[in-house]
């Protein structure tokens, strides 16, 4: 199984900025996809970005032009770094991975436990 463990968290006040940070572990025979989804209370939960193992990446427009998704496939971790935040970006933030584990055949998406992001205004 593939467990993903993310934290960056917090309270920040409009205009400020947050990374979150998304640590993939386990038994792990490849992550295809990394990326990071929002769910807001009362809302469905969102794409916010997306970065495969090789192309290009994807952004909700919402966020296009103030967050970044980077990844570093040697720690197996994906990083959201959050600018200009504001306070409708307040949700709580799911990291995801689109892997095959080494006991299995197939992908599977695992998620995280998810982190909470505030944005005061």
């Known amino acids: 199984q593939v467990q993903l463990v993310e934290s960056g968290g917090g309270l920040v006040q409009s205009g400020g900025s947050l990374r979150l940070s998304c640590a993939a572990s386990g038994s792990i025979f490849s992550i295809y996809v990394m990326g990071w989804y929002r769910q807001a209370p009362g809302k469905q939960r969102e794409l916010v970005a997306a970065i495969p193992s090789g192309g290009s990446t994807k952004y909700a427009d919402f966020v296009k032009g103030r967050f970044t998704i980077t990844r570093d496939n040697a720690k197996n971790t994906v990083y959201l770094q959050m600018n200009s935040l504001k306070p409708e970006d307040t949700a709580v933030y799911y990291c995801?991975?689109?892997?095959?584990?080494?006991?299995?055949?197939?992908?599977?998406?695992?998620w995280g436990q998810g982190t909470q992001v505030t944005v005061s205004s």
């Open positions: 995801n991975a689109a892997a095959r584990s080494s006991s299995s055949w197939y992908r599977t998406n695992y």
